[in-house]
């Protein structure tokens, strides 16, 4: 299984209060649900492709309203399609979608989060609960990127989904897609507060424990690639005065060099692949006294200025 589907089947065994239920199954309606009319009159439709949910969409519908619920279980006709489960709801439609906030005179089905629903946090945390059961997917913490989103039927559903989620500081966002709209987290730590908040916190470990691995490879990673470029930039101006000290045992009489010079050259030469921190530990094992990184520094710059001018005057 995903780490989305072992999240959901977390969040379908927590064990909610009556104003919670009520809160979620409005999410999961707003989201999978719909309405028909025919001759029979009103009916409320439910629709996915997990058994599980369907199952619990089915008991809270009874255990809240008492009414039957038909189902039709649709076979995928492409390849890997999976299977539909569609739940039809034909007693008591119109007190169900007033009572869950779905009523709307102008579109039928409402396309906002009725307010007086998710007035208390317990039932805030349960209608992002049912979106994320309905609409929701999860990177798993180990791939290349975090990602959280809620698939919505509007923006305007999907909007009022985020101002919600926003209310803890998840920093969600809205984004309008051709059919319907998205609510997303990219941020690794937003995305372990939702998983918290919604109670998938067997999820939440394993997202937290994959997130840690992952932080400390890439912090691994990002040291190891700092102090490769260090390396390198060693390595290039070690060789730099190398030759600088090269055309300068070849065009430059050596007693006219001072000794500060020919101490420089002397330790570059005896260890070519030295930084000019470990230059300056080394200069104690053959002089008095050590030579400090800044006096190194000054003194290569020195003789980098001879070889360019002991160049130029035998180039003229």
């Not at 199952?55 to 189902?71: E, G, N, P």
């Not at 400390?216 to 990002?222: A, C, E, L, Q």
């Not at 490769?228 to 730099?240: G, L, P, V």
């Not at 990184?293 to 000054?298: A, E, F, I, R, Y």
């Amino acid at each position: 299984m995903s780490f989305s589907s072992d999240t959901k089947q977390e969040l379908l065994a927590i064990k909610q209060p009556q104003c919670c239920q009520v809160a979620s199954l409005s999410a999961m309606l707003s989201i999978g649900g719909y309405l028909s009319l025919s001759q029979e009159g009103m009916k409320l439709h439910f629709q996915t492709t997990s058994l599980p949910l369907a199952r619990k969409v089915i008991q809270t519908i009874k255990d809240l309203y008492h009414v039957h619920v038909d189902v039709l279980a649709k076979k995928g006709i492409r390849l890997q399609k999976k299977n539909q489960y569609v739940m039809i709801i034909r007693e008591k439609v119109q007190k169900i979608m007033r009572e869950l906030g779905l009523m709307d005179e102008i579109h039928g089905f409402a396309q906002n989060i009725d307010d007086t629903l998710v007035q208390k946090p317990c039932c805030q945390k349960a209608f992002m609960r049912g979106a994320f059961l309905v609409g929701g997917s999860i990177n798993h913490p180990s791939s290349s990127s975090y990602h959280l989103e809620i698939s919505t039927p509007s923006l305007n559903l999907a909007e009022d989904l985020s101002e919600l989620m926003n209310r803890y500081e998840l920093k969600s966002k809205t984004l309008q897609k051709k059919k319907g709209a998205l609510v997303y987290i990219k941020n690794s730590e937003k995305i372990a507060d939702f998983l918290r908040l919604a109670g998938a916190h067997h999820a939440l470990l394993k997202f937290e424990d994959e997130r840690i691995k992952r932080d400390f490879v890439n912090s691994i990673t990002r040291v190891m690639n700092m102090e490769i470029a260090n390396q390198n930039k060693t390595f290039e101006a070690a060789n730099k005065q190398l030759k600088n000290i090269e055309v300068i045992e070849n065009l430059v009489d050596e007693s006219t060099l001072q000794k500060s010079v020919k101490e420089a050259m002397f330790l570059r030469k005896t260890y070519p692949e030295a930084s000019l921190n470990e230059l300056s530990e080394l200069s104690k094992n053959h002089y008095a006294k050590q030579i400090s990184k800044s006096g190194l520094n000054h003194r290569f710059r020195h003789i980098a200025a001879l070889a360019e001018e002991a160049l130029s005057y035998y180039e003229d």
